[in-house]
C-alpha cells in the first residue's frame, strides 16, 4: 500500500517523542527549518526537523528533490515514511517517501508545541502584579497595554522564540511569568536598592516585540517586520507609542523603562543596542538569561538526550557543549539510601 492509500489519521499518527532508533514510521508532522542543500557530488538533498507538540526530530531525504521535496516549505503538513537512524551522535530520520498532507487530514495547531502551563493563571498573577503596583503611571501604562484591542490573546499564545528557549505556543507569557517571579525574589533580597515596579514593569514588557516579531499560525517563523526591525527594536516602538499617549507620563521613568527593553539582552554581540547601565537593568539581563538557559537546557535534557551516553545531552551550539543531568540511580542506591 503506497503512501497516500488508506489513511488512518489515527493509526498513523506517531509522536516525536515515541520515535526510537531503528524505527520505520509512517505519520504526519510539522515541517520547520526546510533547507535545500547540495552534496559534494552536486546532488541534491534536503534536511528540516519534523515536529509535533512531544518534539522534534532532525530529518533528511536523499532523493525526490525535483519532486514534492523540492516544494515544501516552512509550516507545512507532510505525511512521512521513513526509518530513524543516528547522525553525529543524534537519532535523525531518513525520510523515504513524503507528500503534502492533503485538507482535512491535519491541522497545524494540532502538531504545535504549547505551553503546559495554565494560561489563565498566568495572565491573572501578571494582571494581580500590575494592579499591585504602587507607582501610578507604571500601573496605568501596564494596565493601558494589556487592555488593548487583542494585546493579552497575542501575548498569551506568542512563543518567546522561533528555536530555542521556550519555543511554543505560550512560551511568552510563560516566559514572562517566570522572568517576573525571579525579578520580584531579586527585589524583595535587595530591599530598597532597586525599584521594585519599575523593575517588574520591565520584566513584563522585556519581550513585549516577540508579538511583533514572530508568525506562529503555522508553525514558528519570523515576520517581515521582524527580519527588518528584531523583538528589541520593536518592543521600545510599542512602549513609546503606548507612553505618547500619556502626555504626563515622567519623563525619567519613561528614559529608564525604554533603556531596560534596549539592554535587556546584556551584550552588543547578542543583539542588544545598549548594555545596561542601571540596577534594575543589569538584574533583568541576568534574570531573563539565566531563565532562557534553564529552559533550554530542560528541552535539551527532554529531547536531544545523548542515546550513546547516559546522563548527557547531544552538542548543543548554543552552549557550544554537551550538557550533563546525571544519571539515574541504580536500585541498589536506592535501597542504600532508604
Excluded at 524505527?23 to 508532522?29: I, K, L
Excluded at 512563543?159 to 525574589?185: F, I, N, R, W
Excluded at 546522563?311 to 551550539?317: I, K, Q, S
Aim: glycine share 8%; proline share 4%.
Amino acid at each position: 500500500m503506497g503512501i497516500g492509500e488508506g489513511i488512518k489519521m489515527a493509526a498513523e499518527r506517531v509522536a516525536v517523542k515515541d520515535l526510537k532508533l531503528n524505527d520505520t514510521v509512517t505519520s504526519f508532522f510539522l515541517v520547520r527549518n526546510p533547507q535545500h542543500r547540495i552534496r559534494k557530488s552536486g546532488e541534491a538533498f534536503l534536511t528540516l526537523l519534523l515536529t509535533d507538540r512531544t518534539g522534534e526530530m532532525p530529518a533528511v531525504m536523499w532523493e525526490d528533490l525535483d519532486g514534492i521535496g523540492e516544494r515544501v516549505r516552512e509550516g507545512d503538513l507532510v505525511k512521512v515514511q521513513g526509518v530513524v537512524g543516528n547522525y553525529q551522535g543524534e537519532t535523525q530520520l531518513t525520510i523515504q517517501r513524503l507528500r503534502l498532507a492533503r485538507e482535512g487530514e491535519a491541522a497545524p495547531e494540532d502538531f504545535l508545541p504549547a505551553t503546559e502551563a495554565d494560561v489563565a493563571s498566568m495572565l491573572t498573577f501578571l494582571q494581580e502584579t500590575i494592579r499591585a503596583f504602587t507607582s501610578e503611571p507604571l500601573n496605568r501604562l501596564l494596565s493601558r497595554i494589556f487592555e488593548g484591542e487583542g494585546f493579552r490573546e497575542a501575548f498569551a499564545a506568542a512563543p518567546a522564540a522561533k528555536e530555542l528557549h521556550h519555543a511554543y505556543v505560550g512560551g511568552l507569557l510563560e516566559h514572562t511569568v517566570s522572568v517576573v517571579q525571579l525579578c520580584e525574589a531579586i527585589a524583595s533580597h535587595y530591599k530598597g536598592a532597586v525599584d521594585r515596579d519599575l523593575l517588574l514593569a520591565s520584566a513584563i514588557l522585556h519581550d513585549v516585540g516577540k508579538i511583533f516579531e514572530l508568525d506562529w499560525e503555522r508553525g514558528f517563523d519570523y515576520s517581515d517586520e521582524g527580519r527588518l526591525l528584531g523583538h528589541i527594536t520593536q518592543g521600545v516602538l510599542f512602549v513609546e507609542a503606548q507612553i505618547e499617549q500619556m502626555p504626563d507620563f515622567p519623563p525619567r521613568l519613561r528614559m529608564e523603562l525604554l533603556h531596560n527593553i534596549l539592554s535587556h539582552h546584556g551584550q552588543y554581540e547578542w543583539g542588544s543596542p545598549r548594555r545596561p547601565k542601571t540596577i534594575e537593568a543589569l538584574v533583568l539581563h541576568a534574570v531573563e538569561n539565566l531563565d532562557g538557559k534553564v529552559n533550554l537546557f530542560l528541552k535539551l535534557v527532554k529531547q536531544h538526550a545523548d542515546p550513546h551516553r547516559e546522563g548527557w545531552t547531544v552538542f548543543h551550539r548554543s552552549f557550544e557543549r554537551p550538557l550533563f543531568f546525571g544519571e539515574p540511580e541504580s536500585p541498589e542506591e536506592t535501597l542504600r539510601a532508604v
